[in-house]
């Protein structure tokens, strides 16, 4: 029986491991990662997005503190397993040493194998002068034994299943390129940047105009499970041209590390493990529908960085909530701004100064933004502060560490994934405006 189920184990594990080693380079196969993330993945994402959403906590972030407990116990036990052995072997070295020809059936007894009771019996009956009494030291032995292989037995299982979840959950679904796909890395002009910088100005300047305000002209805020589903109605309202983000979308979760998420600068995650969404208490009431697009756009199976950004700024831009447009699109704004900044001071390198009247066209044209927005921002920034300072931070010794952790890490993601970063949602951005455009906004005459 037992050698029945430990061929089984076996051959289970060879076969989920040839499985995983095969789709490892299969995701780069051209087109197939997009096939499989707009059919196979949904699948997934609705089956596991619902088991997962039962829990009341997030489950992968217990689940990643249990991995590092588990990782950390199995190589005390590996420790403590090695040194027993070679204390063991060296005492029998001595043994054997003494009486030679015994020593095969001591490192029988050494092996996985339990059937070595038998075998056993000898290895302790060669102990010196007590031969009267060899069944005490005798059982513990052999649970010692016992113990270790089926450990890591399971430690193996566990690491199979982590290494499949990551592969068919993250690993394809991350080299698919729908969006990127559709970039032709052209430079853009200062007239393209000029008017992505108005749209966005001038759609950010009609949302603040439309939120609903107390008397005192303050935002008022929906709770989250409500900007939850502003979020969600917006993500499935772009569906019609980025297919993945149509159907079930699971509750988001409060980040138990919240507290560290925040002194590392990290809005939200998404678990590709368990298909969760998580996001940092901390984060600003305006922030919130930003970044929660973005990982719902993750777990939707569009998992590089410029692409959740972009479908986030899609859907934020789309959205039928003004707080969620004006929320939504801030940092994006910034970036296009950035852009722009940049292309003037080259046109002023370049000695190129605009003529009078398409001086006059840019002055006229310039969309400034509202300084109640500003003030909202301000404001929704400093009610965060507040929350947070209400707070108890027990861990807080440690931020100046996890801050400069956070530094390294975003340096190295950066740095990791190049193109596909949070920056390459300009390209994008630009791109989408670039196409909106007429002969009439090209004042300058560089199409
Ligand atoms: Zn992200």
Known sequence: MERKSRHWYWKILAIAGIIILAFVPIAYVSGFATWYADHVYPRIQAVLGRATGWFPFALGEVLMYVVAVYVAVTVIILIVFGILALVRRCKRGKAAKAEPKQSESVD?????????????????????????APAAPEAPAKRRSRFLPIYMKVFLACVVIGLWLYVFNWWIPY?????????????????EIFYAHNELAKQINAACLAIERDADGKI???????????????????????????????????????????????????YPYTLELTYNKYINNLYFYNLLAHEAAHHKGYYKEN?????????????????????????????????????????????????EEQNAYFNSHYVEILPQVYDDFYGAREEAQEAYEEDDHPLEEYR?????????????????????????????????????????DYFLGGK
């Open 307 to 355: 692409e959740a950004m972009f479908l986030s700024f899609y859907a934020c831009r789309a959205s039928d909530d003004p707080l969620m447009v004006m929320g939504g699109l801030w940092d994006v704004y910034w970036r296009v701004y950035d852009a722009l900044s940049a292309a003037n001071e080259d046109l002023d390198k370049q000695g190129f100064r605009a003529s």
């Open 108 to 132: 029988a007894e050494n092996e996985e194998e339990p059937a070595s009771v038998a075998q056993a019996a000898p290895a302790n009956l060669e102990a010196p002068a007590v031969q009267a």
């Open 220 to 270: 008022i805020y929906p709770g989250r499970d409500e900007a939850w589903k502003t979020v969600v109605r917006a993500m499935q309202s772009v569906s019609g041209e980025y297919v993945r983000l149509k159907g079930y979308y699971p509750m988001p979760k409060v980040a138990m590390c919240s507290d560290v998420l925040e002194w590392m600068n990290i809005g939200g995650y998404t």
């Open 175 to 191: 080299h698919d390129y729908v969006l990127s796909a559709k970039t032709h890395k052209k430079e853009f002009t200062f007239e």
């Open 400 to 440: 100046e560490t996890a801050e400069q952790a956070a530094d390294v890490g975003w340096d190295t993601q950066a740095e990791l994934i190049g193109e596909f970063s949070y920056d390459g949602v300009l390209q994008l951005v630009l791109e989408y405006y670039a196409g909106q455009m007429t002969d009439e």
